[in-house]
């Protein structure tokens, strides 16, 4: 799942930064790729972890990567948001509860 998230960031990262930060919180552990790429335009934001979802862009995958990480992370009892920007980048969290 996070090799996952890594390699997206870094794919669509041509300029800038990837950075991975780890944030232990009171009930959660909560991992966040942060990337100064290309970002997800509003419109993309809502399908991007639907099945075989590729997006409007030339460096497509399979669209399977992004929909198996956040099942992964359901079935974990966590999650996988995203928060982002056309032109600004993207932040994807896991957010895993500690046991």
């Not at 100064?36 to 639907?50: C, H, L, R, S």
């Amino acid at each position: 799942m996070l090799t996952n998230l890594l390699a997206n960031a870094i794919k669509f990262t041509d300029k800038g930064s990837v950075v991975v930060r780890l944030s232990p919180l009171p009930d959660a552990i909560e991992v966040s790729v942060i990337d100064t790429g290309i970002g997800i335009a509003e419109e993309a934001q809502a399908q991007i972890f639907e099945w075989f979802y590729q997006g409007e862009h030339m460096r497509a995958g399979s669209g399977l990567g992004l929909h198996l990480a956040k099942r992964i992370a359901e079935m974990h009892q966590g999650c996988l948001t995203l928060d982002s920007a056309l032109g600004q980048g993207s932040t994807f969290t896991l957010s895993l509860p500690r046991l």
